[in-house]
Structure formats: C-alpha cells, structure tokens
C-alpha cells in the first residue's frame, strides 16, 4: 500500500508538472483543453460550450467570482450560511488551528473528526480516541497544510487559506453515512445523488454501498453508469423539503453548485458547496445526462479572459 500510494504521488507530480509546463508556455486556456482532452478524450470547446462538462471548465476559466472561493472554504462557508439565515444545520465546530500541534486532544470526546478547509481528501476520522495515533495525525494534517489541492479547473481551493478544523463526528446507520447531493443549475435545484459510499469503514453483505440518483420529485432516475446494479428504494428523507428550500437559497448565486447534506437522527446537517463535482468532468454519468443538463446550465457573462 506504501509502495503503490508513493507511485501514485510520483505520477501527480509529473502529471501536474506537464501541465504546468503547459500554461507557462502557451497559457491556461491551453493547458485545460489538455485537461479535458486527457479525461474526456474529446477537444473542450471553450468559444460555444454544449454540454455539461464544457460549461464546467468554461466556468472555471471564465467566471472565478470571490464568493466561489468563500464558499469553497470549509470554514468561511460557515458564515455564509450565516448570512444565508441557513446557520441551524452548520455541524458542531469545536477548534480551528493552523498547525496540528495546537489541537487540544485532551479536550476532544472520544470521537470527532479532523479536516482541512481547502481541498478533499483531507479529513482523519476518530472513532476511538484511546487508540488514536495522535503524532500521525499531527504529522498528516501538516503535510496537507503545506499542500495545494486540485488543478486550475478547481482554481478556488487554490485561494483559500489553510485552516485544521476539529468537528463533532457524525454517526451514521451501520457504519455508513448516507449523503444526500443536490445538484443546482441557474438558481434551481434539479436532482439529488444519494450515496453513502465515501466514507472508508466495513460493511457487510446486507449493507451494500450505492451511489443513486433521484428527480426533485424523489423518483429513482439512472443517470449514472452502471446505477442499474443498485436495487434500492430509499425512502424520502424527514428533511427532504428543507434540503431543498436551502439548496434554492444558495443556489441564487451561481450559475451552478452541489449542496451536499446528511440527516442525523432527523436532523439536518450541512456537509458543503461544490463547485467542480468530479473535477469538474461528470465521467460517471451517461452521454445523454451530460448533454441534457448542459442545455438546463446558461452561462453568465465572463468575469476574466
């Protein structure tokens, strides 16, 4: 696992550094049409986009707005909803620190969660605080505060400043935190993807992990590859029109984002806004969604060159 996790580091080193390379010597305008030709196989028509993932890269080249960077920011996103009147479902913080070494443990209970506020794939989650290797903990979360997450089709974490944030750990049902992902274009939200496959733990047999999709009517829809192998029917969220009325809410300022919730025990809980799902390449979903939701998605006037 250490050799194949140093071989993956190595490859995005020389992956980011190609493209890098790229950008200083013909501009970033060239270096996503190599992006987007690396991952769709397909050249990026940036002058009249269509589909869905073309408006998502036309987006990140061309309309950055500062609030995209606030909300990006898992911190700062908190006032945000603030603001939003929308601060019931913020999720219990309970420090912020700049170096792992500030976080009082000693204080914590016996389960909590560690994150970064500036990229994914930056959280440590404590379930037992008894066997918790405080000195890796400390040693990764440093690591990833020198980092910088994504390339220049997710620019906005790039902006954001570094901060550790220590939170209250959601417990979910069997070990397995059901996501609930609403997905908004121009002001309107427009389907859920529900999943409860992210968060690493054992599952059994009769506990299967799936990743499907939902019309605003809460009707299954397969607009995901493969989502016919999941034979589930999940019941209406008890949030369900709250998870929607506040998604309407954030979606007011973007032409468009993800809203991402959890319920714990009833309740609502606020996970965060997205504003280049799957980098901003929507490569899980059939040709015909990517199509259609790029005709749903207009785009604004341009905010940068």
């Known amino acids: 696992m250490l050799y ?3 071989l993956e580091e190595l490859y995005n080193k020389v992956y980011d550094s190609g493209l890098h ?3 200083i010597i013909f501009g970033e305008t060239a ?3 190599v992006l987007f030709f690396l991952r769709t196989k397909k050249i990026w028509n940036n002058n009249t986009p269509k589909d869905l993932n073309e408006k998502m890269f036309w987006l990140a080249r061309y309309w950055r707005h500062p609030l995209i960077v606030k909300c990006a920011d898992k911190y700062s996103v908190r006032a945000y909803l603030q603001e939003k009147g929308c601060g019931d479902i913020l999720n219990e913080l309970y ?30 989650i404590c379930e037992d605080k008894s066997n918790f290797d405080r000195d890796s903990a400390i040693k990764q979360l440093n690591k990833w505060m020198k980092s910088q997450y994504g390339r220049d089709v997710e620019w906005q974490y790039r902006r954001i400043e570094p901060k550790i944030l220590v939170e209250k750990y959601l417990e979910g049902v069997d070990g397995k935190m059901i996501e609930y992902q609403v997905f908004c274009y121009n002001g309107k939200p427009r389907f859920f993807l529900v999943r409860n496959d992210l968060r690493k733990s054992k599952i059994d047999k009769e506990n299967l992990e799936f990743a499907v999709s939902y019309t605003m009517e809460w009707e299954r829809v397969y607009m995901r590859k493969g989502e016919e192998q999941f034979d589930v029917d999940l019941p209406k969220p008890h949030n369900y029109q709250k998870m929607i009325d506040y998604a309407t809410r954030f979606a007011q300022d973007f032409p ?5 919730y959890y319920e714990i025990d009833d309740k609502l809980v606020f996970g965060e806004l997205t504003f280049s799902s799957h980098g901003a ?22 905010l940068n060159n």
């Open 31 to 33: 270096e996503l049409k």
């Open 4 to 6: 194949k996790n140093r």
């Open 281 to 302: 390449i929507m490569s899980n979903y059939k040709d015909e969604y990517v199509k259609s939701l790029g005709e749903l998605l207009e785009l604004p006037d341009k």
């Open 95 to 124: 420090a912020v620190c700049d170096r792992g070494e500030q976080i009082d443990f000693d204080s914590l209970p016996q389960k909590f969660v560690l994150k970064c506020n500036h990229g994914c794939h930056m959280n440590i």
């Open 21 to 23: 390379l790229i950008k």
């Open 256 to 260: 468009q984002v993800r809203v991402d």
